[in-house]
């Protein structure tokens, strides 16, 4: 079967990565030339409103994905009148807009922080006055990674934040003093069976995730069946097909969601190894209609990703159980996501017979990462 993908970042590569063995071929649009999928799949260079691209894509995939959730909705329904498209469009719409997928939450019974959505000063300051300070004030569309958002913590802050963002929609949330950030990883499949994977806990450093420990030791059993619980309430209300993240903030043991990412996600790379079956596996799985397979945890696991800059890359093959992927980002990649500073441009997986074994490896790994 061939698979279109929107978007032809790391996340593509690593899904024709893992489809390739069962038989399925790969074309990815991206407006990169050298985008990294490209060493894959075949790739399409152009806009993702590209008619004559959508068109092309649409005439040679028989069934359609997403590995980036700015993806114009339009385009994701212009594809979905001439080939199934998963997931939904509908989930790309609603990640799209904090504000949406907040009161979406709210809609399914899964807790947020307070929000509100500003479209005024007056809103912002209302809106304040109502949920106290600290606040964060957020884009509603196309944040990423801390980008797009400002803590407000006095006055002063509200009408700094409101120079700075205003000019685009916002939405303001209550500031969560968390104990830790998680995130579940889960699958449907086009029959409606739902499979998660252990749930994450992640390390942020400047809003991007720098470590992913899936089924640390701070995650309870009761945290895992309430975030599997909001993962398949999240999956059956848009009738979901292929891989889901939430984004979850801990606090005193309850859960907080943050956000969704309608499509494999940055805390689900441990699973190439350190699961059954991987999140890039299963999301071929799913959107092809096959059966899904095991989510289970081999063994203690984590990833550490790579930032910026590849390291030598002997030290860390040299590690044991230390597995390195390179995504090859060409420095010409021009893509929006590629062309930060901080951005990724690989992973490693750790595994171990022992949770001390793992955290002492993971230190050796981010000392040669930086
Ligand atoms: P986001 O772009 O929404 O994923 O936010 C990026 C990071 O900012 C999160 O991973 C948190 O570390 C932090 N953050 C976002 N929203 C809040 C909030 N309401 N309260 C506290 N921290 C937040």
Redesign the pocket.
Known sequence: MTIGGLGGGQLGRMLALAGSPLGQRFIFLDPGQESCAGHVGDLRVGAYDDEERLAEISRRAEVITYEFENVPVASARYLAERVPVYPPPRALEVSQDRFLEKSFFEELGIPT?GFAKVDSREDLEAAVGRLGLPC?L?TRRF????KG?LVLRTIEDVTDGWSALGAAPLIV????A?DR?ASVVAVRGRDGEVRAYPMVENE?AE?ILRVSRPASPAITPAMQATGEGYARRILDALGYVGVLAI?L?VVDGALVA??MAPRVHNSGHWSIEGADTSQFENHVRAITGMPLGSTRLRGPCAMVNVLGRMPPREEILRIERAHLHVYGKGAGDGSARGSRGGRKIGHVTVSAATRAELEETVAVVRAIVG
């Open positions: 922080a964060v957020k944040g990423y990674d801390g958002q949330e209550r500031f969560v968390f950030e942020h809003g984004e903030f943050n956000e």
